[in-house]
Each structure stands twice: as structure tokens, then as C-alpha cells.
T-cell receptor, first 114, second 109 residues
Framework: EAGVVQSPRYKIIEKKQPVAFWCNPISGHNTLYWYRQNLGQGPELLIR????????DSQLPKDRFSAERLKGVDSTLKIQPAELGDSAVYLC????????????FGPGTRLLVL | DAKTTQPTSMDCAEGRAANLPCNHSTISGNEYVYWYRQIHSQGPQYIIH???NNETNEMASLIITEDRKSSTLILPHATLRDTAVYYC??????????FGKGTKLSVKP
């Protein structure tokens, strides 16, 4: 079974540039999560989707971050414009359902903003 | 913020049991204890979870104290590939994982 797929794996951009990350969850998984992980810290939830609906985006910085999950499958997380402090690893995870279900994580996208 | 506390780092000799402690003194009666680990440059990986009974799977064993205020993850025969950051998480309502800094386990030959 294929795991959670993320691309790109690495991205280097200059500040004020836009950037987008893509995630393809495990087939059949209804819930999709985006996390951000700063160096030396644990992952922090940015947004959770149940199918195509964003049910928890309380931690998403909405002035510059946006996300979408069209058709309830793939998802894209965008930053526009990027700031130096956005340098981090962006992780996508999926689960069959929300709540107590095990979350499966992708390898992440490592973003460096110069 | 995470409601669990873990040691920052631990060492373990290869082939020996690794015992990773976690305090979750404010855990509610219906909150599970989850363990994930993160190997360098990879995403977190689920290990095991439990409510009040001890649990065992092919990866590890989870021992939860009777008062549920603490637990221990046991890797019975640690290998070099078990070197990772181990996160203990009490799963709150809505199913959102709240990660702390975890314990960096170094398995040494």
C-alpha cells in the first residue's frame, strides 16, 4: 500500500516569494492534516480536513497561508508571501477517520526561506 | 501546549531493552496515550496506544500505571534503527495530536 506522498521534498525560495506544497493521502483516508515542524520541536497542527471541509484551521496563519482539498483527495498548502520564519518542515498526514484513528505521515517538505 | 512530559534524551545499548517514561498527570479518563516516533528526516510513525490496560504489538509494549498518570514505552531489544525522537501524546477530543519535544533515544553499538 502506498503511503502519504508529498512533493516537493525540498524547496528553497527567497522571502516574499510564493510557495506551494502538495499532498496525496493514503487511498480511502477521509481525514487529512497539515503540520509544521520547526527545528528541534514537535509537529504543530495547521489545519485538518474531513473530506473536502476544513474542520479545524484555528492554527493556520490566514494572512499568508491558505489550503485547499478539492474533491476530498489531494491537498495543497500555499504560503504567499513567504517570510524567513516560515522555514520549517511541512508534514502531511492522513487517517481513515478523525478522532482515535492512527495518523500516517508523509516524509515532509523541507522549506528554506532566504 | 503538550500536556505530557518526557526526558529530553536517553541512551540505550544495542540489544538491550529501551524504557522510555512519560508523565501525563492531567490526562482525562477518556483520553488515550499515544506513542509516535520520528526517525531523522522522516515523518512521525505510529507505534502504539492505550487507555488503561497494558498493550503490546510487534513494535513495542506500553505499560500504563493504574492511576494513569504515567506510562512507559518498552522496546524489548533495541537496534540501531530504533534511534529516533519518541513522542508521548495524550489524544484529546477532536482527535488532534499535540506533540511536545519528545525524547531523543540514541541506541549505541
Amino acid at each position: 500500500e502506498a503511503g502519504v506522498v508529498q512533493s516537493p521534498r525540498y524547496k528553497i525560495i527567497e522571502k516574499k516569494q510564493p510557495v506551494a506544497f502538495w499532498c496525496n493521502p493514503i487511498s480511502g483516508h477521509n481525514t487529512l492534516y497539515w503540520y509544521r515542524q520547526n527545528l528541534g520541536q514537535g509537529p504543530e497542527l495547521l489545519i485538518r480536513y474531513e473530506n473536502e471541509e476544513a474542520v479545524d484551521d484555528s492554527q493556520l496563519p490566514k494572512d499568508r497561508f491558505s489550503a485547499e482539498r478539492l474533491k476530498g483527495v489531494d491537498s495543497t498548502l500555499k504560503i504567499q508571501p513567504a517570510e524567513l520564519g516560515d522555514s520549517a518542515v511541512y508534514l502531511c498526514a492522513s487517517s481513515l477517520l478523525r478522532g482515535w484513528e492512527t495518523q500516517y505521515f508523509g516524509p515532509g517538505t523541507r522549506l528554506l526561506v532566504l | 501546549d503538550a500536556k505530557t512530559t518526557q526526558p529530553t534524551s536517553m541512551d540505550c545499548a544495542e540489544g538491550r531493552a529501551a524504557n522510555l517514561p512519560c508523565n501525563h498527570s492531567t490526562i482525562s479518563g477518556n483520553e488515550y496515550v499515544y506513542w509516535y516516533r520520528q526517525i531523522h528526516s522522516q515523518g512521525p510513525q505510529y507505534i502504539i496506544h492505550g487507555l488503561k490496560n497494558n498493550e503490546t504489538n510487534e513494535m513495542a509494549s506500553l505499560i500504563i500505571t493504574e492511576d494513569r498518570k504515567s506510562s512507559t514505552l518498552i522496546l524489548p531489544h533495541a537496534t540501531l534503527r530504533d534511534t529516533a525522537v519518541y513522542y508521548c501524546i495524550d489524544l484529546r477530543s477532536q482527535g488532534n495530536l499535540i506533540f511536545g519535544k519528545g525524547t531523543k533515544l540514541s541506541v549505541k553499538p
